[in-house]
């Protein structure tokens, strides 16, 4: 499951990149067209982090991870389907901000994304949090829920985004910005220091 | 072999967004747009359960495989080759099922890769199951041809999307997904816990 | 350089679809549209095989090397930056192979890109051939450079194709066919049955 | 990290050809269309060349570190972020830089990526360099600062670019490409011969 999940992370991470176009113009326009392309450059940076974030929590979840089963491996996939449709949203919010008539529904697109990923996230936790015998021995004894408020943080944070997206489209990328630095800085902590790595 | 077919599936899955594509409209246009992109979300989806599935089984099998030979190496870079395929019909799929003119072509084409993969499959399943002399010491006194009748399943369930792509061309996606949660829930068990994760 | 190599060869023989797209056309016109695209198939497959068989036999080669120098490092990237190029060609190749006045440059660039993957790999093994201190222990006093002329054999069909793209093009892929399934019958022996796999 | 690493820098490698394409033409023009491209040629060979030597360093760097604490991942994932950015500012430099009025924007732009991935790595390297409790016990006592200097030459070359691109565009290239061979040849030593491999 981690090669695979790997390989997904990464991708979809560097994929974002494919959908920041600039458009046929007359010569000449290229200053303007590139000042002009700024969400889509915050659009490809906020995603790229959040794969990033996602990847970096992923991997302390599953370096403490000894077995898998099939909701754990449907939780995950489902999770993965979802980072991977990521740079689909990520396209639209960067093209699509801009223009008010279409703002909402790509800030929507965007946070509807990102409650799902947290939705997968979360379903990928509590499954293991709620079945410790998949986990490897050290950390069986270890009370694995202890941290589950820090997803309710995500859920809940991105359930505001639904609103938000109809009130001003443009907040909502901020708060997935914000999402994402809670989740770099208040880090599940590594199981061992080399793993990391 | 295994890091080369990891990374087919990983980039092949990863890539099925890229044909994901809001159209160029005029402003206010984007709510119906994405609305009317259903059937690319549910091509994406079926597509990228279909490469996951793909993924554990394959794995499933050569966690098994000690030794491969010149055929095994082809019967698996045929399967990796239909598999790397896959985001074309995927993409005509959602482009061209909702257009009764081409709803068939598209299916038809859906179909015949699917019935492809499933072909490559079963070469690469048929020829280790019998040649057990590739297989690791431990497997080599299992039956593995017990569980042949399931590779059956996918093969009549894919010859029988030909006549349904031109009878009723949705009800080839649906058959197909069905395929994939058949062989989602009827995994091949995986020779140990470890080595799945 | 084996990581970052396995990457490059998988990702470029999955690149290879993303060129294979369906014009946009009215309706009614997607069979024909899908029947007539048979060269960008048969440019998909034979560049799909070539990466995979490149891979298969730069496997072979690299499991013998226990040291690497700068100049492998340099004959490596270069082999690698030209598999990485090749979509372009396989693209140019399939859109264009079918119009008479442009069937010649179309095969003249893929034949060309040929070469040079063949020169890159010829570099690699010869540098190696000549410098045994490389290699691991077992294989040192192993005459390595009694399979150099099948490496020959490929530089002049290459070779070949310049002329031929300007005689009949379509013969040109024809030929680089006939290369790659030499090179994928007449494998370099793996080192041992488990570092194949 | 490092498997996240080494995906970033070879997909980013890979996906630099796809921007490389040839517009529709009437019959005939391929040859032309073909030679007209060269800009993009030179750049995609550019930025494969300084993807791949960013690699080989980053590796040299990272197999001297036992130990990662956030500070290297944040300068780390920047660093990855601007990496996988580049295949934008690489077709815009092959695209725009034949056109006098527009030549000036691209090369900023390729400058201003060139100068923010020196950035990054300049993070990871001093980082490292001034916190060598998060090296491999055998590397602790080396004075790993003494190579700093290479990095500075880096760091002025990218910023001469900046004026350059406003007095002969293309002279950035070729200052980008001089500074990635000065990186190429002065490479950081291995720490052992096998580790590179």
Known sequence: MEAFS???????????????????APAGQLTHQLLDLWPSYIAYATSFV???VMWLNHHAIFSRV?????????FNLFMLGVIAFLPFPTQVLGTHIGTPQDATAAALLYGITGMLIASGFGGVYLWIATHPALLHDAYSDVDFLRVAPRYLVGGVAYTVCIPL??????AVVAVIAAIVLYYAIDQLPQPSSTSQK
């Open 6 to 24: 790997d390989g997904i992370f990464a991708i979809a991470a560097t994929l974002l990149i494919l959908n920041v176009q600039v458009p046929h």
């Open 50 to 52: 959040t794969i990033a």
């Open 66 to 74: 000894a077995r898998v089963d099939r909701p754990l491996v449907a």
């Open 165 to 170: 997206a109809f009130i001003y489209p443009p």
